[in-house]
């Protein structure tokens, strides 16, 4: 099998992770359209599962992800895209990774790691 | 949110990253008794789609998954958990990471980036 299968699921999960120092950025979906466009543009692009349509990501924030290197899995059914992120902030809370918070697998508690890049408030204009 | 939630989707995909050099090594999915059973015994368990039960990642392999560090995402449906991958690989078919094959994404062409460990026939037994 020579790429991801999206035969076996019309979306498949994509693991962005940061090209230079392998932070795992966030998690989203891609349908096999957005797959192509990824490959074809070198600028990530998902399904939005929420809009129910292609989410050319930082289409809205200028936060674009540009595609250093792919993979997929032994199964072809995840991917995993190796992304330099522009503005430096994947999650749409403002932090550079979504995975900003930590639990304690003893005491259940929260503790909040990263660092808020941006104010969504200023970005995205409702 | 204060953790993940699993009313959101029965099974929630799950992320597991080498805690030492930060390569992404699987994606797999928890559901709640999973997740529970994680947090206790600091080693992972999934929930495995295809047998449709937990599945103690090791637990046939020997290739245990060491608990270092568990996040979860900004929309509390993904998490991501940084482990020692006890044995070395994590990956079924005897490689270090499931992410071993690279698309190069104007030509297609796939290349085997990873090294392999064991030969799977000498671990699980048929």
Redesign the interface.
């Known amino acids: 099998m ?2 991801p299968d999206f035969e076996k699921a019309e979306l498949l ?1 994509v ?1 962005a ?1 940061d090209a230079d ?4 950025l ?2 989203a979906y891609m349908n096999q359209e957005a797959w192509q466009e ?3 543009t ?1 600028r990530v692009c998902y399904f939005s599962r929420s809009r129910n349509k292609l989410w050319r990501k930082g289409e809205e924030s200028g936060n674009f992800q540009e ?1 250093k ?7 072809a059914d ?1 991917i ?1 895209v190796k992304i330099n992120q522009v503005g430096g902030a994947a ?3 403002g ?1 550079r990774s ?6 304690d ?1 003893a005491t ?1 508690e ?1 503790t909040v ?1 990263g660092e808020r890049i941006f104010d969504p408030d200023d970005v995205y204009k409702k």
């Not at 290197?69 to 199964?75: K, P, T």
């Open positions: 020579a790429e999960p693991i992770q120092n392998g932070d795992v966030m998690l990824t490959l074809k070198g595609v290197e792919i993979y997929f899995d032994c199964d995840t995993l999650c749409h809370v932090y979504c995975f900003y918070r930590q639990i697998p259940g929260v790691k």
